[in-house]
């Protein structure tokens, strides 16, 4: 029988019905299997209503709509197989989903005619994974309140009145601590489990030692002496072990001592509640979560979910997925869970456009393999507990894939073909118009815009902001194509170390990281560079800042990167080893150039770009690359005058300037350089300062802007005296750059810059870029500390050397100390 509807429910769906019938729509017939749709003068459209309020019964008309989605789709493939145009329209309310909706091939439109899921004008439309519980409340002790559950009631996260609520957790939960929003080093001792009856299901959340990441851990049980058992960490694809500070727990009973923490006994079904002062649980609405997924597009190559359209709705309440976050991606230093609350694996030509997702616990949306023009515009993403937007492609399409940064090949191994090996990856993919900000709420080693395995993906006009790793990752070399453009990208970095606002890998099939070693390679194979990035990467016309890394971060082996027409406001370029990169036409403020260590035969271009400082070179064999010319150092008030500086550095530069840049309004961030500008004389070219980020206005209107960045420099003044030993000479580690090209953690030991080969450190078995780290049992913690130990070693006896190497830890034997 057909619910009744409330009196404004008639009304708006009776206005619906008039809106319908001036725009010449179609309405679906009595019965869905003879339907009989009304031919206008353009076309014939069957448009199918849903209501919160209505009948899964009733025909899907405007006057009486259907309930749910599902039913909404089986008329919607009812009348798909008839040749008609389809629109689905969502009328305003929550529709909370009891299973994901899978959309197949038999689900598609045309390119001329695609089907519309679109919420009705001006209304609110939620799509949800959601579930409301109906609770009796009652007093537990100490503000703690507590309520059964049904027994199969799985709660991940907790909604009370839409506003997600924290675990119990130690420490607890501080929204103004940057790092996890709080830790502790003791969390996991034993005299802190003690305190905990019984911890399983519990979990730990720590950075990676290193901070490229994090790691999660289900606790499983634990010892008499408090001793934790748990299993994990596998979310990381460098594995180095847990930060020594930087960790949590929750989801531990002993924990719930604070303002809205919760806690679910699943063996006795019981919900602990700790409401917040002034919270009535009386007329509270609690939500759980059920769902990892709420749409699917699901196809294949040979018959994809095509042409469909979501418009206008908003998605929410999605479960978490760190504990699946699994699968090594190759060659990265990532892993990955395949999952998101918008799902694509086999989809051409499929649209979300104007929509918001937002509170979901794993990936917002992930283009999963096989993916052909795809499209997310317009959208508002926020708050999601992995990445943003997600491309990755099958392995199995690379050719030789190695999946870890120590694993090896040999040049006979390798397979020689150049490109892809099968279509099955995402490829002519679209992220334009987005903002995208607050991603990576629980995985830490996610990105707002992710593109791994993938081809010509264009990301544009795309604000990105506050996240705690790269605010766009591109992860291997595989296989180029993408364009980065019109983007503003900055609060990046916020939780990591080592990373930039823009981030990427090459560590291609030939890959390796003893640099010697891939010049002998290629030399002899010229080829090898260009078989996996088989199209340039353009990044262009965008705004960076990073404040913990560098503003464009090109790591181990990203090559045939074009990158110009920047406004780098922070961290400055870095360009570690790699291929043909132009990098031309940047404005690099309070920063400069970072050349970390380069191949002998690079072909690397640096050009009529502005800098603030020197450059930042980490120990590298002149000159850098082809050619690095036509420069200017900026510096505010400047007589024009030969860059001298830069021309040491580079050994190039012979026509590079250090002058006033002449910038036309710095307070208010537009960087172009006046008329007169020497920049314009090396050749130099204006770009607009108006472009960046989000173009629609309700996205702009809601938007963030990036710190304006001062006119001179920040670069620190670090500490470079260089102490002689053994014939080598030796500095402490202390730039950001040293201590991302030796792979370290942080600041710490001294590096070995320079061995001549008939020196004692050589025949002792020091290497250049070795980083020292103790003599004997003295940890070594700079040069000064180095110095001082040595002082102590005994003479006549042999020294224990443990030096950091390639990114691991070896021991060097010296021999008697004269």
Known sequence: MTRLLTATTFLRLAMLCILASACSFAIAGADEENQTPVTTKNSIVTEIVVSPQGNDASEGTTLQPVATLQRAQVLARNALVRHQKVKVTLTGGVYRLDETLVFAHQDSGTAETPVLWQASPGEKVVISGGSLLKLQWEPFRDGIFKAKVPADVVLDQLFVNGVNQPMARYPNFDPNQRIMNGY?????????????????????????????????????????????????????????????????VENIFEELDAPGEWYHDARSHTLYFYPAQGLDLRTAAVESVRLRHLIEFRGSEQEPAANITFSGITFTHAARTFMDNREPLVRSDWTTYRGGTLFFDGASNCRIEKCTIEQVGGNAVFFSDYNRNC????????????????????????????????????????????????????????????????TGR???????????????ITVRHCSIYDVPRAGINIGDGCWGGHVIEFCDVFDTVRETGDHGSFNSWGRDRFWLPDIKQVDQLVAAHPELPTLDCIEPITIRNSRWRCDHGWDIDLDDGSSYYHIYNNLCLNGGIKNREGYGRVVENNILLNNSFHPHVWYANSGD???????????????????????VDGNLLHQPGATTAPASRLQEQSGRDENSLIADAMFVDPVHGDYRVKDGSPALGLGFVNF?????????????????????????????????????????????????????????????????????????????????????????????????????AWKYVADGKPVKITVWREQKICQVQLGAKQ
């Open 184 to 248: 502790a080093a003791d969390c996991v001792s034993k005299e802190r489990a003690a305190r905990w009856s019984d911890p399983t299901g519990g979990y730990i959340h720590t950075m990676h030692s290193h901070l490229w990441g994090d790691y999660h851990y289900r606790i499983t049980g634990k010892n008499a002496d408090g001793g934790l058992h748990y299993e994990g960490g596998w979310q990381n694809n460098r594995q180095m072990g847990m930060h020594a500070e930087y960790r949590f």
């Open 375 to 438: 499209a997310i515009q317009g959208c508002r993403i926020s708050d999601a507990g992995g990445n943003g937007v997600a491309f990755v492609g099958d392995p199995h399409a690379a050719r030789s894939p190695l999946f870890e940064y120590n694993q090896r090949q040999s040049y006979d191994a390798m397979d020689k073909g150049r490109g892809p090996k099968t279509n099955n990856y995402p490829a002519d993919c679209l992220v334009e118009d987005c903002l995208i900000y607050r």
């Open 442 to 456: 629980v995985e830490k080693q996610t990105a707002p815009v992710q593109i791994e395995l993938a081809s010509r």
């Open 605 to 627: 271009v640096f050009r009529k770009n502005i800098v603030s400082a020197e450059y930042q070179p980490v120990n590298l064999v002149k000159p850098w690359g082809k050619a």
């Open 688 to 788: 607009p300062m108006n472009e960046f980020g989000v173009v629609s206005p309700e996205l702009k209107r809601i938007a963030r802007t990036p710190l304006i960045a001062l006119t001179g420099s920040t670069v620190e003044n670090y500490d470079q005296k260089v102490t002689s030993w053994l014939g080598a000479e030796l500095k402490s580690v202390t730039t950001p750059g040293e201590v991302s090209a030796s792979g370290l953690g942080k600041a710490e030991g001294v590096l070995v810059l320079q061995v001549p080969t008939d020196s004692s450190a050589a025949r002792a078995g020091i290497r250049n870029n070795d980083v020292i780290l103790m003599l004997d049992a003295n940890a070594v913690a700079d040069r000064e500390a180095f110095i001082s």
